[in-house]
Every structure is written in structure tokens, then in C-alpha cells.
């Protein structure tokens, strides 16, 4: 027998390996839903509730968060470009780029994950009928505190390409314009271009799992009497973690 067929031949006996692995665990958690399910359905409605009821403190402490972090991560950024541009020796300013750069990331991923968090926040707040009703001055007065996270969010990361540009005149782009990923891509090297290339590809490859994960569990959440935010807050967890992904390889790859 060739090593191809033996290849080939392990990997049909993987294949079944994994399905029956699957079925397992399916079958396990089928039998033990039986007496799962009203536990469970008391304690998704309980967190919901919760969240709901608190959505307001929440959405103000994350807008606090994005403020700090905002101010923090730009202002750190000014000081790292005052010492690139005066720097001259080349060695000194790679080790400042790439600090620039480390805290350019935590910045625009860590506001972007917040701002992905307020969304499906909103919609706990809203979703629960009796609390809106009884409360619409607190569900108001969250609305706005999610526009006013939105709007921090936004300057900041108009903010903090404007100050890559002055970092590097070449890189043309307001991240205000609808096709300014275009005209960013446009403008960087080829070394550049490939570690987009890489990082994204590495988000996709993982994005890919994550939907089939999400989708398995929100056919199980359904199945314990899941409310409609269900979906809402399986895609936000998807956009993060893709995020962050795309951003550890991103950094990996230039550091």
C-alpha cells in the first residue's frame, strides 16, 4: 500500500473519528437537556433580565472606558511621534514604530470592541417590554449614552489615522470616507499589503469556525426557549473575537 493511500485511508478513519465524537456529545447533551432545560431557560431569563435592568450603568461605564482608553492610547501616541520624528538613528525609530504601533492597536481594537459590546447592551435594554415601559426615561437616557460612546468612538478613530498620517505622509485616507479601506490599501507597500493579506486571512480561516460554533449554539440556545437577542449577541461575540484575531496577527507578523 503507497503512502498516499494510507493518507488518505487515516483520513476517512479521522473523518468518522470526529462524527462519532460529535455524536457522543450530541447524544449526551440531547439525554441530559431533559433535565437541564428548566434551569436553564430560569437562568438565560434571570441574566437577561439583569442586564437589562442594568443596562444603563453598563453602557456608562463603557463609555467611561472608551474615554479613558481614547485619551490614553492618543496622547501615549504624541509622544511616541514626537521621539520618531526627532529620532535618527534608524534602529532607535524601528523600536518606537512598533510601539507606536502597539498602542495604536489597543486603542482602535479595544474602542471597536467596546462599541461592538453597546450594540446587543442597547438591545437588552430595549427587549424587555415591561422594564422599557415602566422606565422609558432610563431607556432614553441609555440611548444617548450609547450615541455618546458611538461619538467617542468615532472621533478617536478619525483622530488616531490622522495621526498615522503625520507619522507617515505617505498613507493617504480619512477614516470619515465610505471607501477609505480602499484608499488606505492603496497607499501601502507591498510588505505591508502581504501582512493584511496574512492577518486577514487568519481571521477569516478562524471567522469560519466561529459561525459554525455560533450556529450550533444558538440552535441550542433556541432550543432552551432563547430569546430573539440570542442571535444578536452570538454575532457580536463573532465580530470581536475576529477582530482581535486579525489584530494579534497583524502585530505578531511586524513585531
Known amino acids: ?19 462519532a465524537i460529535g455524536g457522543v456529545i450530541g447524544g449526551a447533551f440531547g439525554f441530559g437537556s431533559v433535565y437541564w432545560e428548566e434551569g436553564v431557560k430560569s437562568g438565560f431569563a434571570a441574566a437577561a433580565a439583569w442586564i437589562g435592568e442594568q443596562s444603563f450603568f453598563i453602557m456608562a ?6 474615554l479613558v482608553l481614547s485619551v490614553v492610547c492618543y496622547r501615549k501616541g504624541e509622544a511616541l511621534l514626537r521621539q520618531y520624528q ?25 474602542t471597536t ?19 422599557a415601559k415602566s422606565n422609558v426615561f432610563g431607556f432614553l437616557a441609555t440611548a444617548l449614552l450609547f450615541v455618546g460612546l458611538g461619538v467617542v468612538v468615532g472621533f478617536y478613530q478619525v ?3 490622522k495621526q498615522i498620517r503625520k507619522k507617515d505622509p505617505l498613507k493617504k485616507g ?14 501601502c507597500d ?9 492577518a486577514s486571512y487568519k481571521a477569516y480561516t478562524a471567522t469560519r469556525t466561529l459561525l459554525l460554533a455560533a450556529t450550533v449554539i444558538a440552535l441550542t440556545l433556541e432550543f432552551f426557549g432563547g430569546d430573539g437577542l440570542t442571535a444578536a449577541v452570538l454575532l457580536t461575540m463573532c465580530n470581536i473575537i475576529s477582530t482581535v484575531i486579525y489584530t494579534y496577527h497583524a502585530v505578531k507578523r511586524k513585531s
Request: avoid cysteine; charge should be negative.
Open 61 to 66: 461605564l463603557m463609555l467611561m472606558f472608551a
Open 190 to 198: 507591498e510588505a505591508e499589503q502581504k501582512l493584511i493579506y496574512e
Open 86 to 110: 526627532k529620532e535618527e538613528d534608524d534602529d532607535e525609530q524601528d523600536g518606537l514604530d512598533k510601539r507606536y504601533d502597539f498602542w495604536a492597536n489597543i486603542g482602535i481594537t479595544g
Open 174 to 187: 480619512d477614516a470619515a470616507d465610505w471607501n477609505f479601506q480602499k484608499e488606505w490599501m492603496a497607499n
Open 1 to 19: 500500500m503507497t503512502k498516499s493511500k494510507e493518507r488518505k485511508i487515516n483520513s476517512y478513519l479521522k473523518f468518522i473519528g470526529w462524527m
Open 159 to 161: 483622530a488616531a489615522v
Open 113 to 131: 470592541v467596546i462599541l461592538y459590546l453597546a450594540f446587543p447592551l442597547l438591545g437588552f435594554g430595549s427587549g424587555i417590554e415591561e422594564a
